[in-house]
């Protein structure tokens, strides 16, 4: 069937190559991609739209080309990459409820597709072992990427009740690493040293980038509908995975994420999130059957295969080991702040339950 594909979010690399295949499509007669930038990459046959999805104009643009099909890809997940977290927050919820409503007043509009993530289920150490799509977190992050993401798919669940007569699927994507694709974590596991949990060892699923391209033109001119999860099959272990770079690592005590994170960011490194230093602790395995039975999907690629790819592409420390040496003097010096700080609260607390037992039965009688 010819069709009419507005893809938000393609001057960034995912949302570029995914318009570019569309556009490709024999199925597909015209794709309009949007985004506030110009891409940097080529988008093909793409017609481009510079437009904010927060603003009306996007109604407009789905009005104006009788779009049939939208592929939102405009969640962001770093805030560096929005010009910090409230312009982040900003695109990622007030962006996607205008896009929505744009939608719903669309006569025309007749498949909607979400790139989520499977952030959505948090990590905590009382997490099952795989994560089916029926099953939420149990501890709902706070803050970042996963909690705008719970609000894009509550709201979509919104459009969901109101708009019946439109097919809409989501699919929340394990980490997508590769060697063109930046990340969070793609970041995190570039850096010289890597900050590794004290005492744990999680679970990692990846999906390679090509495969997650793959996926998204399934899933737009395929007739899926629902939430499925997307991982290669396997795991890896954040150990082995910094193996896989060949980084030095150095333990950090997962108390002190924020100071780590405020030193990476002071660095220029990565913007590290609480809720990802969750994740290198406790991990998150989910379940993939639906990818295959509803979807009809199967990676090229295994989580391990995947992330090989990406560290191949990981650049070589020993041509900078000045670099190397001043990471590792940073995260000596955060790491033992860190502990100096734990150390001073553990030994408040200490001083006020000793004061507490050292009161007479007098000094008890009031309470």
Known sequence: MARTVLVTGVSRHLGGIVARRLAQHPEVDHVIGVDVIPPPHAIGDTEFVRADIRSPMIGRIISDAEVDTVVHMNVIATPTLAGGRTPQKEINVIGTMQLLAACQKSPTVRRLVVKSTSAVYGSTPRDPAMFTEDMSAKRIPTAGFGKDSIEVEGYVRGFARRRGDVEILTMRFANIVGPRIRTAITDYFSMPVIPVPLGYDARLQFMHEDDAVAALELATLGTATGVINLAGDGILTVQQAVALTGR????????????????????????????QMDLLAFGRGIDTTLMRTVLGFEPQRTTREAFTDFARSVPNLMESPAQVEAALEGALSTIGSGVASLVGRAQRGVSEVASVTTLTPHDRKGD
């Open 248 to 275: 030095p690592f150095v333990p950090v005590p997962v108390a002190a994420a924020g100071l780590i994170g405020g030193w990476t960011k002071r660095l220029g490194l990565i913007d590290f999130s609480p809720d």
